[in-house]
């Protein structure tokens, strides 16, 4: 059983790695960058401010925790597991098309990327209640994901088990906001 489940993540890893394109490599790499994170922590904080109003500080102090979290849970995994990355996997890595050269570190379970970007999209989903803009996120995180797999360091499961680990995370996180800023819980949403 897990021989077949490791035969589908890694088919599944080929058939998204090789649908490459140099167009798509740039974007793709970019995707995978912190500066494509600049523009979603922008939006994160302006809907703070503009929901909470002097008590934003609840939802910033939450969704930086929730990373906080998601990125402890993901660096104690990869040392635990040591699963090198499809870019650092000897039985394959010369069947995997790398981007710009990049490899990332040598483990790969889970994405790192993929949690935390989950965790935050589904925490400002729970703060903010707003269906586009929760929409909004849940494809920038897919696609913050995708790229993992695209560029070659992670498989599908990594992403899928980084998704989880996001998606308890994040309800965990904002949980413990409401109990922690139970008096000062009011938003204008």
């Keep these: 059983m897990i021989e077949f489940i490791k035969n589908i993540d890694l088919n599944l890893f080929f058939a998204i790695n090789k649908l490459h394109n140099p167009f798509f490599d740039e974007i793709m790499f970019f995707v ?19 929901n909470f109003k002097s008590r934003f500080y609840i939802p910033v102090l939450a969704l930086v925790f929730c990373f906080f979290l998601t990125d402890r849970a993901n660096s104690i995994t990869k040392k635990m597991t040591k699963r090198y990355r499809p870019s650092h996997n000897t039985e394959i890595q010369t069947q995997v098309h790398i981007v710009k050269g990049y490899r990332g570190g040598l483990y790969s ?31 920038w995180s897919f696609l913050v994901s995708y790229s993992r797999i ?32 139970k008096k000062f819980w009011t938003a204008n949403t």
Aim: aromatic content about 20%; some cysteine; hydrophobic content about 60%.
């Design 150 to 181: 695209y560029i070659g360091v992670h498989y599908p499961s990594d992403i899928i088990v980084g998704w989880i680990c996001g998606a308890l995370i994040s309800v965990l996180t904002y949980k413990i906001s409401e109990k922690i800023f």
């Design 109 to 139: 379970f889970f994405s790192g990327h993929a949690a935390n970007s989950l965790g935050l999209a589904l925490l400002a989903s729970m703060f903010f209640k707003k269906k586009w803009l929760a929409i909004f996120l849940l494809f």
């Design 32 to 50: 995978s960058s912190k500066w494509f994170w600049i523009p979603i922590i922008l939006i994160l904080l302006f809907f703070s401010i503009r």
